[in-house]
């Protein structure tokens, strides 16, 4: 799963697309088979607060997930193989 995100990082370079924090999380969310709660439950944040990042974005609840977040949930991601391994 980490290879496919690094893969779809490499893809979106070469063609110039970038995806958004917000759309990097819900290809973690099911890279990682990850339910809201379950990605709340790893971060300590608010259940609300991750439904408004997987919100859609013309909507009214959306938020932007900011870069030190994102940066957060990905070593949260690592610790947790880590500990598993």
């Known amino acids: 799963m980490y290879?496919?995100?690094m893969y779809l990082?490499?893809?979106n370079a070469k063609t110039?697309?970038?995806m958004s924090n917000?759309?990097?999380l819900k290809q973690i969310k099911i890279?990682?088979?990850l339910t809201t709660e379950g990605i709340a439950k790893?971060?300590?944040w608010k259940v609300a607060t991750i439904s408004s990042y997987l919100a859609d974005p013309e909507g009214s609840n959306y938020r932007?997930?900011?870069g030190y977040r994102m940066d957060y949930l990905r070593y949260k991601l690592k610790s947790r193989k880590k500990a598993s391994v």
């Open 3 to 5: 290879w496919q995100v």
């Open 9 to 11: 990082r490499c893809l």
């Open 16 to 18: 110039g697309l970038n």
């Open 22 to 24: 917000n759309e990097t």
């Open 31 to 33: 890279d990682y088979g």
């Open 42 to 44: 790893l971060t300590g």
């Open 64 to 66: 932007a997930l900011p």
